[in-house]
């Protein structure tokens, strides 16, 4: 059984700090791409990160750029998103999900096109 869990979600101050951890059980990493999406209050999910299998870049929401970085560690089965310099408007629910490596693409793929979607965890950045 494939089981995806996002942690490490919390109450921080606005410019402060979070990393979030998705850990995997079930899925290899070398089979499967990982990708970070968003849920506010009130709104659609939106894809956060994601890396692309055709060249292994990843990818960024704009509104993140330069404040998000979306790392793996293979060993360990887990990815990260360190996130800096949070914004109120970064408050949400944040899960990872993961997409068949077999299926190559540019850029992020669409949310339909992922496997398999982990529990997501609340961020709350206070002002």
């Known amino acids: 059984e494939v089981q995806l869990q996002a942690s490490g979600g919390g109450l921080v101050q606005t410019g402060g700090s979070l990393r979030l951890s998705c850990t995997a059980s079930?899925?290899?990493?070398?089979?499967?791409?990982i990708g970070w999406f968003r849920q506010a209050p009130g709104k659609e999910r939106e894809g956060v990160s994601c890396?692309?299998?055709?060249?292994?870049?990843?990818h960024y929401l704009d509104s993140v750029k330069g404040r998000f970085t979306f790392s793996i560690d293979r060993a360990q089965n887990t990815a990260y998103l360190q996130m800096n310099m949070l914004k109120p408007e970064d408050t949400a629910v944040y899960s990872c999900?993961?997409?068949?490596?077999?299926?190559?693409?540019?850029?992020?793929?669409?949310?339909?096109?992922?496997?398999?979607w982990g529990r997501g965890t609340l961020v709350t950045v206070s002002s």
């Open positions: 890396i692309t299998n055709s060249d292994g870049s990843t």
């Open positions: 999900a993961a997409y068949d490596d077999d299926f190559y693409y540019d850029n992020c793929p669409q949310q339909s096109k992922y496997d398999y």
């Open positions: 079930g899925l290899d990493f070398g089979d499967y791409k």
